[in-house]
């Protein structure tokens, strides 16, 4: 089974800046990797597949990059909107598929 | 636009069982693929089970595997999660998710059902 680990748990933030998060694979995923966004009482929503591919509707300041096992999403000026929770999902070795356990994007 | 909608949530005593449904609208159903993921209260993401478009292949999670069964209707546009011998930890929402096309991501989520384990 592929862990993934997200890092940091939870990300402090100030509108308007630039924020960082970070996926880390056991092994190599290629660039089968999604990112998911997450709002209290809300089912996650896409954001990023193929490790860099904005889904549709996706704004530009979310952009995705990295392959194999080190993964970063970028944010790069934070709305009041972005505050949530984000996930990292790996879909390239399976069963099962496996999700990263989250960070948190917090207003500072 | 595509819409999922689970129902048959509830409480449920340990060792019991219960059937989940998703409707499904707004795409061809029996082109895709469909997962079953859920979320503990306040914790992450797991994968429960999914099964191919036409039901040809199915896989489930060790945690439930031998007690839950995945299932389709594709001329009803429905999606089923059968589940049996609950247990306190199997206390989650269930969310059912569209497999992006050509691919193995879920793209668009359901608004998920709770299921609650508990005597």
């Known amino acids: 089974e592929i862990v993934m680990t997200q890092s940091p748990a939870t990300l402090s933030v100030s509108p308007g800046e630039r924020a960082t998060l970070s996926c880390r694979a056991s092994q190599s995923v290629s660039s089968n990797l999604a990112w998911y966004q997450q709002k209290p009482g809300q089912a996650p929503r896409l954001l990023i597949y193929g490790a860099s591919t904005r889904a549709t509707g996706i704004p530009a300041r979310f952009s995705g990059s990295g392959s194999g096992t080190e993964f970063t999403l970028t944010i790069s000026s934070l709305q009041s909107e972005d505050f949530a929770v984000y996930y990292c999902?790996?879909?390239?070795?399976?069963?099962?598929?496996?999700f990263g356990q989250g960070t948190k994007v917090e207003i500072k | 636009q595509v819409q999922l909608v689970e129902s048959g949530g509830g409480v449920v005593q340990p060792g019991r069982s219960l059937r989940l449904s998703c409707a499904a609208s707004g795409f061809i159903f029996s082109s895709y693929g469909m997962h079953w993921v859920r979320q503990a209260p306040g914790k992450g993401l797991e994968w429960v089970t999914v099964t191919w478009h036409d039901g040809s292949n199915k896989y489930y999670a060790d945690s439930v595997k031998g007690r839950f069964t995945i299932s389709r209707d594709n001329s009803k546009n429905m999606l089923y999660l059968q589940m049996n011998s609950l247990r306190a930890e199997d206390t989650a929402v269930y969310y059912c998710a569209r497999i992006g096309s050509g691919s193995y991501y879920p793209d668009y989520w359901g608004q998920g059902t709770l299921v609650t384990v508990s005597s």
């Open positions: 999902h790996q879909y390239n070795n399976w069963p099962p598929w496996t």
